[in-house]
């Protein structure tokens, strides 16, 4: 039985919420990853709207950079699974976990601090790139409740995301594999919805992307945003995911929790073994 049972929810969610300001403080003291994380999207907006949008034509005023926003948005909220595993990796690796499993607190304390730290970060980082995605001609069409239901939407794939590296970072135990691994998952960037229209994709390699999770979460806030881009993955042939795709982000972001949070929370009880 692990700590989490023991001391029941409410422990576990006191102790959690004491740790958030240890990690936001950390965040503070050391913010290349915050800066790294945050900066890439507005580096990609600038590379992608104006490289590439010259070549792709797309409807509406803000054409392809009008499309991509959502796109970077979605890009940002899957950063959770990097931030996660390279700070939970470094924690194990400079014995800090070993010396938090020694205090009376409940076993699920330190992940979600770190995670609840990480959505609240997040929330704030979303704000540059909206504003930079603004001057450069994205604008939402919707009203205020659909895009507050965005931008929870977004917060909650961080959130879930974040465990799933919580994860694999304690499983690695290592700053430089864990930094390693963290670059790779741009690939999952790569073959999604989220910088370019699934429906141009060949046969094998359009259910991959459409069955991302990143693609359903980026459809999602294109329709939830409104505007000429919210229609475009509602073409025949889409997957479930992609007709669907604000059931398909819930669903994606309640299946991640569910598996990584138990085995992240089992993995820090056991010190990562």
């Known amino acids: 039985m692990t700590a989490l049972a023991r001391r029941g929810d409410g422990g576990a969610l006191a102790d959690g919420l004491a740790l958030l300001g240890r990690h936001l403080l950390r965040v503070r003291r050391a913010p290349g990853l915050f800066v790294l994380t945050q900066a ?3 580096i990609l907006l600038l590379f992608f709207g104006y490289v590439f949008g010259s070549a792709l034509t797309l409807p509406g005023d803000g054409g392809y950079r009008s499309y991509l926003l959502p796109g970077l948005f979605t890009a940002v909220a899957a950063g959770g699974l990097m931030t996660g595993m390279m700070q939970a990796a470094q924690d194990a690796q400079r014995g800090v976990a070993d010396r938090f499993r020694t205090l009376p607190i409940s076993r699920a304390a330190v992940p979600l601090g770190q995670a ?3 959505v609240l970060v997040t929330a704030a980082g979303l704000i540059p790139l909206a504003l930079v995605g603004w001057a450069v001609g994205w604008r939402v069409e919707a009203g205020a409740g ?3 239901g965005a ?5 909650l794939f961080r959130f879930a995301t974040c465990w799933a590296g919580i994860h694999l970072g304690l499983l690695l ?7 390693q691994l963290g670059s790779a998952t741009f690939v999952l960037q790569l073959v999604s919805g989220a910088y370019v229209p699934t429906s141009g994709m060949t046969g094998w390699l359009r259910a991959v992307a459409e069955w991302n999770p990143l693609s359903a979460v980026a459809a999602a806030c294109r329709g939830l945003f409104g505007g000429p881009a ?3 993955a509602d073409v025949p042939g889409a997957a479930w995911p992609m007709a669907h795709p604000v059931a398909a982000s819930v669903g994606w972001s309640l299946v991640l929790l569910a598996v990584f949070v138990p085995s992240a929370v089992r993995r820090y009880a056991r010190g990562g073994r």
């Open 230 to 232: 919210a229609g475009l």
């Open 173 to 179: 135990r290592d700053e430089e594999a864990a930094a």
């Open 151 to 155: 931008y929870g939407l977004l917060l």
């Open 116 to 118: 609840a730290a990480d």
């Open 146 to 148: 659909p895009v507050l």
């Open 40 to 42: 890439m999207p507005l």
